[in-house]
């Protein structure tokens, strides 16, 4: 199994988050590649069978706009039928960002791998966990 995680971090949270799901990846036996999202283009999800996502909440509960959305919208139209690992921190709100990034990666057909992964700030230990744990559930 190879797969991808791709994220965007403006203050390093949900770059460590990024660092621990591909650990969690590579612990289950799967071979990983990292990319911020300015790396990472549609025309590569075909190279891999499972793809985390990660983007932290913006503004009104929202993916960052300038870099991560424009990438990630690229990407959708390659996401049916294709496992799906979604993370991200967040300041402040309920998470409302990560639920409404579910309802849309449903819509397109992805197969979602758990809940999104989220946490308040930096991730803590319990965090970290839950992030490896996501990892290991992507390369399953």
Same mark, same amino acid.
């Given at each position: 199994m190879k797969a991808a995680v791709v994220y965007w971090s403006g203050t390093g949270n949900t770059a460590a988050m990024a660092m621990q799901i591909a650990e969690g990846i590579k612990e289950n036996g799967a071979d990983v590649d990292l990319f911020s999202s300015s790396?990472?283009?549609?025309?590569?999800?075909?190279?891999?069978?499972?793809?985390?996502?990660?983007?932290?909440?913006?503004?009104?509960e929202q993916l960052e706009e300038c870099?991560? +959305?424009?990438?990630? /919208?690229? @990407? &959708?139209?390659?996401? %049916?039928g294709k496992k799906i690992a979604l993370f991200g921190s967040y300041g402040w709100g309920d998470g409302e960002w990560m639920r409404n990034w579910e309802d849309a990666c449903r819509a397109d057909g992805a197969v979602l791998i758990d809940?999104?992964?989220?946490?308040c700030n930096?991730?803590? +230990?319990?965090?970290? /966990?839950? @992030? &490896?744990?996501?990892? %290991?559930?992507?390369a399953a």
């Open positions: 790396e990472f283009a549609a025309d590569m999800m075909d190279q891999y069978e499972g793809i985390a996502f990660g983007c932290p909440s913006m503004g009104d870099e991560f +959305e424009p990438m990630f /919208e690229s @990407c &959708r139209e390659k996401l %049916k809940d999104g992964c989220i946490c930096a991730p803590d +230990e319990a965090a970290a /966990e839950a @992030c &490896r744990s996501l990892g %290991k559930s992507l």
